[in-house]
């Protein structure tokens, strides 16, 4: 049987259901989590290495961007328990599994970043236009801005590594990918490093422009431009997190290439409805009305279909599958 829930029993003989694509819950998941480690590890050393900068410079820029460490390092901390919650296999009380998880506590990371960096950077960056603050150790701020660029552009290139994997599996672009990928501790880490390098670079120029100038006006709306950045990234994230833990249909490529395979199937001869619906990170459920070949009894009807869930939910990406029969009336489904 392999209604949702329980585990898919198809025949011995028979190839597991192809997708399509390569796609497997397993060793993608392995990648997230080597992704949000690294990420982790470099905003937890950048993060120290800001705030001790920041408290020595006196730097607007610097002290927002030492709370935009903060913030993604207790972010990465949310993706790890994401990761674990929705690794979780299904149960009685939750047959499609806890994927959906991974999008609460992505949701808790995105407010986060949203309240801890941006809101602060830029209520910090109009507190020091009101109230200007000289900066000094102009040096010591650059070395540690370098060193944050360096450090995050390690993290950001394990997020694009991972990133382009996926992507070409499911034939998009990066940033496309990047946008629709199902895995949102994938988009969050790409997404809270590439901003972090740009805020790295707008810090920078913050506080060259002090130094140059001598006043600490330019270094304020520094501050001010990095918050409004991570607010502009965090809104997105939340949007993102929002549409998958509401419910939304797999990606079109995924849809027609599951139909292809049912279709592909001997003993099924159309298709006339089906709804794939991502579950979690790379997991779908899928539902959908099929014409099985023959006239059988109802009774050997029944058991043929639950065959067929069966094989259908031996896919990994796969966490349930409802099959029904379809009226004589209804339309096919081409692909």
Do not use: C
Not at 34 to 48: C, E, R, S, W
Not at 63 to 89: C, K, M
């Amino acid at each position: 049987m392999s209604r949702p829930g329980l585990p898919p029993e198809p025949g011995p003989d028979e190839e597991p259901f192809s997708l399509g694509f390569a796609i497997s819950r397993d060793a993608p998941g392995s990648d997230s989590v080597l992704t949000v480690a690294v990420a982790l590890g470099a905003n937890l050393l950048i993060a120290v290495a800001k705030t001790f900068a920041a408290l020595v410079t006196r730097s607007a820029s610097l002290t927002a961007e030492a709370a935009h460490s903060w913030a993604d390092t207790g972010n990465e901390v949310f993706l790890v328990v994401a990761n674990r919650r929705a690794a979780r296999p299904p149960d009685r009380g939750h047959p499609l599994g806890h994927g959906r998880e991974a999008y609460v506590w992505s949701l808790f990371a995105a407010v986060g970043l949203f309240v801890a960096g941006g809101a602060f950077s830029v209520t910090h960056g109009v507190s020091q236009l009101r109230s200007p603050e000289p900066a000094g150790d102009f040096l010591l701020g650059y070395a540690v801005l370098a060193l944050s660029f360096l450090l995050e552009g390690v993290s950001f290139l394990q997020s694009v590594r991972q990133a382009r994997a996926d992507a070409r599996v499911m034939e998009r672009d990066l940033v496309e990918h990047v946008l629709a990928t199902s895995d949102p501790a994938l988009r969050a880490v790409f997404a809270e490093d590439a901003a972090a390098l740009i805020g790295l670079v707008i810090a920078g120029a913050g506080l060259g422009a002090h130094q140059l100038t001598g006043s600490p006006v330019p270094d304020a709306v520094g501050s001010i431009l990095v918050g409004v950045l991570l607010v502009v990234v965090a809104g997105v994230l939340i949007n993102r997190n929002r549409r998958f833990l509401v419910g939304q249909e797999a990606d079109p490529r995924v849809r027609a290439a599951v139909l292809r395979s049912l279709l592909a199937m001997p003993e099924v001869t159309r298709v006339t409805y089906l709804r794939l619906e991502v579950v979690g990170p790379r997991m779908i459920s899928v539902v959908g009305d099929v014409d099985l070949a023959g006239d059988d009894t109802e009774s050997h009807l029944a058991v043929r279909l639950r065959a067929l869930e069966a094989r259908v939910s031996s896919s990994p990406a796969v966490v349930g599958t409802v099959l029904s029969l379809s009226a004589p009336d209804e339309p096919s489904l081409t692909p």
